[in-house]
DNA sequence: GCTCCTTGTGGGAACGATTCCACAGCACAG
DNA sequence: CTGTGCTGTGGAATCGTTCCCACAAGGAGC
């Protein structure tokens, strides 16, 4: 394999001059460089980046620990990422991490080795013991999707609470007064979210909960269909199921299915977080869908920030509002897709400022940068909320422009 | 950050000493061993992956490059991939090509200079000259799914001409004749080989062929759908739509759906590639389903064994059968799944495989596992096709037992 | 008593880049 | 004529491991 001394002494120069060249600090003559370049190409060197990395102690690899891969809410959030990490030089490792947090922990350590520029984490909930290390060795990190108690770092999420009190607003609004609710793993706050925002929509319509038809377990498809049929069992009567997410909902269903109820006619069923690919081949399932691709573009910004040294400041939090998709299982009279409006405090969904974006208004994604770089030390912001002014107010720096920049050319989008 | 050298101070012994306890070669004293373990403890060493490279010339990193991220086809190969990957100490960097030969060429360079310890890709297609340096570079390489002129290499790819004649040969058997051919991109030998069954299936029914059903372009859903208007737009009669991928699927199904078309009562649809997520929650769409998780942990041996040098010879093929579900988008009349039993030359479908497996029958890993072990130079091989007999003939050897015993191990399959 | 083997350990040279420092040549000011 | 600043280059240390080699202590065999 091909070193640098070797293109040094094919061009006549030291291997001084050639790391010069390539990383283009320090002066090299025009005469050196055009040397250089031809010892290159024709010995077809490409730099060794362990030797780099060694040196340099940066390495151009991002990691992203995810709890279930084949879920496409996280693919989605890795294309964001990688698109974001892909136009600064960065490549993305991703790591599954089961829902198991020894896996995490694996990870983490092999992340550590590896010298990762930063880490993106999804993560597996409960303590933050297995992220520890990224603290200890400074790492930085920003989590996504999921947040930790007692492990301070950026972070990027779902407005759990209103998305799904709107969610099951929108169960009571066709009548149903008997809601199950079959939810994550507590361990999680996006599970504990979740369940306050269900809470929440049934106290504001007077509806007393039942404890009994709220079941929690793991978020694994297996087991979501075991406690479903076990509420089905339990007699305890309930006319629709709001599902704490997409795979939660495909196991309801199965225990659905195996009863022979159909859905929406006997049971209506919704859940949090869309499987768009699900949706393109036949439009059934109703559900709060993220912006799971903005979700990782801004994650992928936040680190970026945090890599570069740009901001070092406290904990920053951005939290995304999600849309109401109204389809075929939840049993609406009207099963076209709807973006939901201004729904609560003057909210703003994503949906809406993409679509209206040719009338010069800013897209979502400008938006939810602009109000990154605004949102402030301890102080909960919904990138699709205060936009406007926040946009019209914030002073444009470096990083804003450079994601604004990086926005307006990324081909596509959540949807 | 601490090194190998606190460590070595720290438990009162040489680097030497410490390296040989971590790596596990040479003599150490319990006496040593104890204090080098409470010294790494206390100080929480992780070992520096850069500088271990650097001097070891490897690594753990195995590189997954896929043409579109986003189709569960291609997560569902990144688990198979992991799974047995991580089995074996090694981590995944999966990188995602987007179907164009620039990126591929830019994360290929990227993989070299990161001194991966494999590579294992989907190739965009077309020329092999995105894929050169691996070569040139002798970076164990293994070819999943898409195989490459002239880019000798292992490959694990399904049996596309055949699957898709029996893809065709369903629908001439509910009666179509006239049956259009969404296809993706022709510069990738999958779209050749899936064009060729198509066209084998129409001779043996005796239909003749027309070329102006047959569309192909890129593998985008965009593209499909814009064909698909097109086919539909050009006044020629057809009752039916074979798509080439699950993708070309929902670009059809889009175009379909523009037009009021109702499927599968007024034009009927199949594809190649199942979506395993979107079946789950409505059961629509007829496919030809591959064993993608297992195409995924069979690539990641066959790359194991070159990596560890056990295996020399030429290049190997492992061609695995895809087996018919059918749904309702066909039209047939009993829409249940089924899983197709022999087919052709004596072919026994991996489902049914899996499904016979307690009765001492091999499961469909093993086989495919023993198959690879068989697998000759230049002869091709249907995993789920000559089983029994290979598994009988040939003399277990290290790697085999290895895979088996790794195949066992595995908790989940491909559906 | 010498050699040989085993067990156990430490020294030091790599691996391939980066980067600090020194220095050569040259121009120009004081 | 000396000092200063600039351009352009090379030397050498360094990053944190691995691993070859040397060597020490002790026992066995001749």
Same mark, same amino acid.
């Given at each position: ?176 007064? =008997?809601? &199950?609710?079959?939810? +994550?793993? !507590? /361990?999680?706050?996006?599970?504990? *979210? %979740?369940?306050? @925002?269900?809470? $929440? ?88 869908? =993220?912006? &799971?691709?903005?979700? +990782?573009? !801004? /994650?992928?910004?936040?680190?970026? *920030? %945090?890599?570069? @040294?740009?901001? $070092? ?90 994601? &604004? ?11």
């Amino acid at each position: 394999m091909a070193t640098i001394h070797d293109v040094a002494t094919r061009a006549g120069v030291s291997r001084s001059t050639v790391s010069r060249f390539i990383s283009g600090r320090g002066y090299v003559s025009p005469d050196a460089r055009a040397r250089i370049t031809a010892a290159i190409e024709e010995i077809g060197f490409v730099p060794n980046a362990m030797a780099r990395g060694l040196k340099t102690r940066r390495s151009s690899l991002i990691a992203l620990l995810v709890p279930e891969i084949v879920n496409s809410f996280y693919t989605t959030i890795l294309r964001g990422v990688e698109d974001v990490a892909n136009r600064h030089g960065f490549q993305v490792i991703v790591g599954n991490t089961d829902e198991t947090g020894a896996k995490e922990r694996a990870y983490v350590e092999l992340m550590i080795a590896s010298q990762v520029a930063g880490v993106i984490v999804a993560a597996v909930g409960g303590t933050a013991a297995s992220l520890e290390p990224l603290l200890q060795k400074r790492v930085p990190t920003v989590l996504i999707d999921r947040a930790i108690d007692g492990f301070e770092a950026d972070i990027v999420k779902g407005d759990n609470v209103d998305g799904m009190a709107e969610l099951a607003r929108h169960l009571l609004s066709l009548g149903h007064r =008997q809601i &199950a609710l079959v939810n +994550g793993d !507590l /361990a999680t706050a996006v599970a504990r *979210e %979740r369940e306050a @925002g269900y809470r $929440r929509a049934l106290a504001e319509a007077e509806v007393a909960v039942d404890d009994a038809l709220i079941s929690s377990g793991d978020w694994f498809i297996d087991d979501a269909e075991r406690r479903t049929s076990a509420l089905l069992a339990s007699g305890r009567p309930f006319t629709a199921i709001l599902a704490a997410n997409n795979f939660m909902a495909i196991g309801a269903l199965r225990a659905l299915r195996q009863r022979g109820l159909r859905v929406p006619e006997e049971i209506a069923l919704a859940c949090f977080d869309d499987i768009e690919q699900a949706a393109e081949i036949e439009p059934f399932l109703t559900v709060m869908a =993220q912006p &799971a691709y903005t979700m +990782g573009t !801004l /994650a992928m910004q936040m680190l970026l *920030e %945090r890599m570069g @040294g740009h901001e $070092r400041g406290g904990r920053r939090e951005i939290v995304l509002a999600s849309h109401l998709v109204i389809r075929r299982s939840s049993g609406a009279r009207d099963a076209r897709p709807v973006q939901s409006g201004a729904v609560g405090n003057g909210r703003i969904a994503a949906a809406e400022l993409v679509a209206n974006g040719d009338d010069g208004s800013p897209s979502a994604e400008d938006v939810a940068v602009v109000a990154l770089a605004s949102v402030e030390r301890g102080k909960e912001v919904s990138a699709f909320g205060t936009v406007t002014s926040i946009a019209k107010d914030a002073a444009p720096n470096r990083s804003v422009e450079g994601a &604004a920049r990086d926005a307006a050319a990324t081909p596509r989008g959540d949807e």
